[in-house]
């Protein structure tokens, strides 16, 4: 059981746009910054937001990143096949004195 | 160009140790806190252990506390961990991670992954 919470998958057509939750507490989300990663298995994680709401270079703006609180919310617009990936927030946790992943969600295009 | 490359990683036994370890390149490696997260087979990522620039703070999930040691060497450019009493729910794909610039737990660089097998 993840500390934070993703639901485990979201589907949309092409060209659509999704919305990932993300939900924690006070103790991570909302005292922390969340992060974003775009993972296929067998491959290497790629960061797709930092600090709640930044985007490194290279990364489209298709994908923002918002937090509200203790939830935080990646969204995707124009959807395409090649966003078909598991998607995972991650955070720190101040109580735990560790970093936290949420349990990942798997993103479909129709 | 900033690599990082894991290596170590193969089949153990229950009980048994493995050490991890993962060269860093094209970046100033002493100035980066640097993570080691894993993925278990059917499952999602999970943070294992994290170490500041210095070495001087390290941080670990309860899952591995007292059984896995995480450290570097500045002077190599090299991250290590060192897994102790494994057990079967240790088996994953272990990644080493780079912190980014702004240092809020973010990883802006990840290897490819070394595979550990605890079985007996």
């Known amino acids: 059981q993840s500390v934070l919470t993703q639901p485990p998958s979201v589907s949309a057509a092409p060209g659509q746009k999704v919305t990932i939750s993300c939900s924690g507490s006070s103790s991570n989300i909302g005292n922390n910054y969340v992060s974003w990663y775009q993972h296929l298995p067998g491959t290497a994680p790629r960061l797709l937001i930092y600090?709640?709401?930044k985007r490194p270079s290279g990364i489209p703006d298709r994908f923002s990143g918002s937090k509200s609180a203790t939830s935080a919310t990646l969204g995707i617009t124009g959807l395409q096949t090649g966003d078909e990936a598991d998607y995972y927030c991650?955070?720190?946790?101040?109580?735990?004195?560790?970093?936290?992943f949420g349990g990942g969600t798997q993103v479909t295009v129709l | 160009e900033v690599q990082v490359l894991e290596s170590g990683g193969g089949l153990v036994q229950p009980g048994g140790s493995l050490r991890l370890s993962c060269a860093a390149s094209g970046f100033t490696f002493s100035s980066c806190a640097m993570s080691w997260v894993r993925q278990a087979p059917g499952m999602g990522l999970e943070w294992v252990s994290g170490?500041?620039?210095?070495?001087?703070?390290?941080y670990y999930a309860d899952s591995v506390k007292g059984r896995f040691t995480i450290s570097r060497d500045n002077s190599k450019n090299t991250l290590y961990l060192q897994m102790n009493n494994l057990r079967a729910e240790d088996t994953a794909v272990y990644y080493c991670a780079k912190e980014g610039p702004t240092r809020h737990f973010d990883f802006d660089y990840w290897g490819q992954g070394a595979l550990v097998s605890v079985s007996s």
């Open positions: 991650a955070t720190w946790d101040s109580s735990l004195s560790a970093g936290v």
């Open positions: 170490l500041s620039g210095s070495g001087g703070a390290t």
């Open positions: 600090d709640n709401n």
